[in-house]
C-alpha cells in the first residue's frame, strides 16, 4: 500500500521467489503489518529492509511460541527463516508509523490476535483472512471459534459499509465489499442452524474439507454450551 509517499507493507507474499521479486520491484516499505500468526502471514525479505514490522500482541506470541512450527511449514532457506514472525506487538487503533492514518481493527475471527487494516483516507480494508471470494469463514482456532468468528464479523461491520475497496488475504478484491460480508454472515448463520450452507465457494478446493472441519468444531463445542 502506498500512500502519500509512504508505502506499508502488509502480509507481503508467499513462496520464497514471489518475495524475491517483490524486495526488487516495489519501493521498501515504511514500515509493516502481519495480520495473524499462520505462516503464509509472517513473512519478510532482506530486500525490504528493516522497517519495524507491526502485529497485535497475540500474533507476536504466537509467532514466537510455534517459530519451529512455522519454519517446518515454510522449509525457507536460512536468510528468509531468520525473518519469520519478526514482528514487534502494536496496540488496536493507530499504527505508530509517519505515512497517513492507518488503524489496526482487532478481532479474534480465524485465529486470536487477527487484525484488519484500515486506511481511512483511501477507503481500503485489508482484511487479512477474512471475507474472501474463495474461503468459507475458516474457524481455525480458538476456544469459541464460532463466537468469535461471528464477533469479528461485527467488529468488522462498520468498516465494510465506509470501505470502496476491500482486498482479502486470498482471493480477489472487491469493490462491493458488503456483498463478501453477507455472505460470510450467511455461511456461519446456516452453520450454526445445521442446515447445509447455499455457498457456491464450497465448490472450490479445499473448502468442503474446510466446511467439515467448521462442523467438527461447532459439535464439540455443543455440549459446553447446552
Known amino acids: 500500500m502506498v500512500a502519500g509517499g509512504h508505502v506499508l507493507a502488509v502480509d507481503p507474499a508467499w513462496d520464497p521467489d514471489e518475495l524475491a521479486a517483490l524486495a526488487e520491484e516495489a519501493p521498501r516499505p515504511d514500515a509493516g503489518v502481519a495480520t495473524h500468526a499462520h505462516h503464509d502471514h509472517l513473512l519478510w525479505h532482506p530486500g525490504l529492509g528493516d522497517a519495524p514490522r507491526h502485529a497485535s500482541a ?3 506470541r504466537l509467532a514466537a511460541e510455534r517459530r519451529p512450527q512455522l519454519l517446518a511449514a515454510l522449509a525457507f532457506p536460512p536468510d528468509l527463516a531468520a525473518l519469520v514472525g519478526a514482528v514487534t506487538p502494536a496496540a488496536a487503533g493507530p499504527l505508530p508509523w509517519d505515512g497517513p492514518d492507518v488503524e489496526l481493527v482487532g478481532h479474534d475471527g480465524h485465529i486470536p490476535g487477527h487484525v484488519a487494516v484500515w486506511i481511512a483516507e483511501k477507503g481500503l480494508l485489508l482484511a487479512g483472512d477474512m471475507l474472501s471470494d474463495v474461503e468459507i469463514p475458516l474457524l481455525e482456532e480458538g476456544p469459541d471459534p464460532v ?5 469479528a464479523m461485527d467488529r468488522l461491520a462498520p468498516y465494510v459499509s ?3 475497496l476491500l482486498v482479502p488475504g486470498h482471493g480477489s478484491p472487491t469493490q462491493r465489499p458488503l456483498d463478501r460480508l453477507d455472505a460470510d454472515r450467511r455461511y456461519l448463520d446456516a452453520l450454526v442452524a445445521g442446515r447445509p450452507p447455499d455457498d457456491a465457494r464450497l465448490a472450490l478446493p479445499g473448502m468442503p474439507d474446510a466446511h467439515a472441519a467448521n462442523m467438527r468444531w461447532l459439535a464439540s463445542e455443543e455440549p459446553s454450551s447446552s
Open 58 to 60: 497475540t500474533t507476536a
Open 147 to 151: 463466537a468469535a468468528y461471528a464477533g
Open 162 to 164: 465506509r470501505a470502496r
